[in-house]
Each structure stands twice: as C-alpha cells, then as structure tokens.
C-alpha cells in the first residue's frame, strides 16, 4: 500500500483529503523524529518501532573479490506486536 491510498483509506473512513494527508505526515514525522534520537516508538497492538546497531564487518565484493570493510552503522527496525501477529495469521 502506498502513501496515496493510505490516504484514500483514511478518507473511506471519514476524514478530508486535507486531514487524512496531514495526519500521515505528521505520525510519520514523530516516528522518524523519535527514531532519530536512538528512542523506541511502541504502538500498542501494533508494534515496536527502534533503532538497532549493526557491527562493522567484512566482506567480500563478488564482482571484484576484493575484501571490503562495511562500516558500523545504526539502522531502523520494526518487531510486530502479538495482536498484529495473529490478525495476520488468521
């Protein structure tokens, strides 16, 4: 789903063009600040939204085979709550 039928969603249920796109900018804009300063985001029944930290590692270019050192690196994560899990699963 992208963007612009979260949008057209939003506005199935009710909201103006208007609110529903404002609304999307600005929960996402609060996710992404929070994230931002190395906080979780926790949206009951939802979800768990942080930031996690990757090591640095090496690896090796396939094309070149040449050994490359992947710098560490701070990269966001999503883990689905419980409820989430099981909605889906039915």
Do not use: C, H, W
Request: charged share 35%; proline share 3%.
């Amino acid at each position: 789903m992208t963007k612009a039928e979260m949008i057209s969603a939003l506005i199935e249920k009710g909201y103006s063009k208007k609110s529903a796109e404002r609304a999307l900018i600005d929960v996402f804009g609060v996710i992404t600040e929070t994230l931002e300063k190395g906080e979780k985001v926790s949206v009951s029944g939802f979800g768990i939204f942080e930031v996690r930290d990757r090591a640095e590692k090496t690896v090796v270019n396939p094309q070149t085979k040449k050994i490359v050192v992947v710098p560490a690196r701070k990269v966001p994560a999503y883990k689905a709550a419980k409820a989430l899990k099981e909605k889906i699963a039915k």
